[in-house]
């Protein structure tokens, strides 16, 4: 605290000051000519920023020189020409939201600690389960600090579920199997390899010509593992796979999994909101055990903000991984001596945590200011980008010999809001997508990306080559936007093949 003001004088001057520094920083960044991405070279930044500087009395009201240097340098998702990860900029509500959180400094671990917080929470998750449409009045949900860790308390309450002894007794020997598509996140991977399932029990399913998890290959390798005495006790299905956005046929996976007895979850960080707040993917009515769907993709809530929904409940998830620890969920004595009925409330018990952040504050002020339509106009617009891009690359793949710029063509038609293609400059042999379109895939987008025109990404899927991967998030998108990012793409490609 500054030695002439209190801690409530101070909080305001700093709160008027940052108004004016952000509202200028994401007024800039809107524009055009502003570089979108950040600095890449570690060594420099890491001097500009005064990293090995901590001072021993503070620097004041120059910490706006900082908090400036880190705007400067940092990567734009205001922009519409962020076009890089699966998120964007935030909702100017949702920042609020953010705020808020950050002044209040609740801990959502026990009821007492943040009430409003854990009362949204709550009600929050019932909303956005019953949007989903595959559970019944049981289900409730919970924040986790992003898809990972969602996805990873997932699948410890499967295995307490499926095979309760091991809360206790660990798997003693046994094997235990985990069962996903080729093209799933990583996530799954690291929650077997971080609970002892251990990488050489997670089957990786193969996927259709679209990109989708094959329920009949699924069958096969579960029947082959319980052959191989092992128990299949998790399958994840993906709504929105992280290169090629697809989604699996959840329906049919639910009633493979069903026949094991394993346990259902559905990945849904991206993809969640098309079917929560748009029918471009679908749910079923039953057979989903727990889905995780991250707001703070496709919706606009500042990083981060993940729900984990379970089809039983908390109940479901304390009795996972609750111990019941008597000095911190104990609810409260009221005056006559008697306990309150507030450790039901608590809900840092059915997590493998104890302090968490209130995150659903911010999805609900959003909610609340914005309404319904906000988000599904939001995913809408999207949808609508994805199609207009896939369009424009088709329209450019005709057009090839006539532009004589290149080659295009699509990987797969865009399942929900990301587009995949290849553009090879006309100096790059082979008619075929190959390693040399992979090449010029890496080096277009490199130069690109250090232009600060634009920033961009590209991916790989099975044994295809490397392909531009554009997720569209942003509402600020147009097809101004996508045309510009074609134009630039072309363009590129001619400047580095012409020169050699």
Not at 89 to 113: K, M, Q, S, T, Y
Not at 212 to 240: I, Y
Request: hydrophobic share 45%; net charge neutral; proline share 4%.
């Amino acid at each position: 605290m500054h030695d002439s003001m209190d801690a409530a004088d101070e909080l305001q001057a700093l709160l008027s000051e940052a108004a004016r520094v952000f509202g200028d920083y994401a007024r800039q960044s809107q524009q055009g000519s502003r570089p979108i991405a950040g600095q890449s070279d570690a060594a420099q930044l890491r001097a500009r920023l005064n990293l090995d500087e901590f001072p021993e009395s503070g620097i004041g009201t120059r910490i706006w020189d900082d908090v400036q240097a880190v705007c400067q340098t940092a990567a734009t998702t205001w922009s519409e020409r962020f076009l890089y990860k699966l998120y964007a900029a935030p909702a100017p509500a949702g920042v609020l939201g953010e705020l808020l959180v950050a002044v209040l400094n609740n801990n959502a671990h026990v009821f007492r600690a943040a009430p409003g917080g854990t009362l949204i929470e709550q009600a929050v998750a019932r909303e956005l389960a019953r949007r989903a449409g595959c559970f019944d009045g049981r289900a409730a949900g919970l924040t986790f600090p992003g898809g990972s860790y969602a996805n990873m308390h997932a699948m410890v309450v499967a295995r307490n579920h499926v095979c309760p002894e091991t809360r206790r007794a660990g798997s003693q020997g046994g094997r235990l199997a985990v069962f996903t598509s080729a093209h799933a996140h990583y996530s799954i991977d690291k929650a077997a390899m971080a609970m002892g399932v251990g990488l050489d029990n997670v089957v990786h399913v193969p996927v259709d010509a679209h990109g989708r998890m094959d329920a009949a290959q699924l069958r096969r390798l579960m029947q082959g593992a319980v052959a191989r005495g092992s128990t299949p006790f998790f399958v994840n299905a993906t709504l929105g796979t992280t290169v090629l956005g697809a989604c699996d046929p959840v329906a049919e996976l639910a009633r493979v999994s069903a026949e094991f007895g394993a346990w259902l979850h559905v990945d849904a960080s991206w993809g969640g909101p098309l079917a929560l707040f748009a029918d471009v993917f679908a749910l079923p009515a039953r057979g989903v055990d727990s889905l995780t769907v991250n707001p703070h993709k496709l919706l606009g809530v500042p990083l981060q903000c993940s729900f984990l929904l379970v089809r039983e409940g908390l109940g479901a998830m304390r009795r996972a991984l609750g111990l019941g620890a008597q000095y911190l969920f104990h609810g409260d004595v009221d005056e006559c001596g008697g306990a309150e009925s507030l450790i039901g409330e608590d809900a840092g018990d059915a997590t493998l945590g104890c302090g968490r952040r209130p995150d659903a504050i911010k999805f609900w002020l959003m909610w609340r200011y914005y309404g319904t339509r906000y988000f599904e106009a939001r995913v809408a617009h999207a949808r609508r980008m994805a199609l207009a891009l896939a369009l424009a690359a088709r329209v450019r793949e005709r057009q090839q010999q006539t532009r004589r710029a290149g080659r295009w063509r699509l990987v797969a038609e865009p399942a929900g809001t990301c587009v995949c293609f290849w553009f090879a400059p006309r100096a790059v042999a082979g008619p075929e997508p190959d390693a040399q379109w992979g090449a010029a895939t890496r080096r277009v987008c490199a130069r690109i990306n250090a232009s600060g025109a634009m920033l961009l990404d590209y991916a790989a899927a099975d044994a295809r080559p490397d392909f531009f991967r554009i997720p569209l998030n942003s509402p600020a998108v147009s097809e101004q936007t996508l045309d510009q990012m074609l134009d630039l793409i072309e363009r590129t490609g001619a400047e580095l093949y012409e020169l050699e």
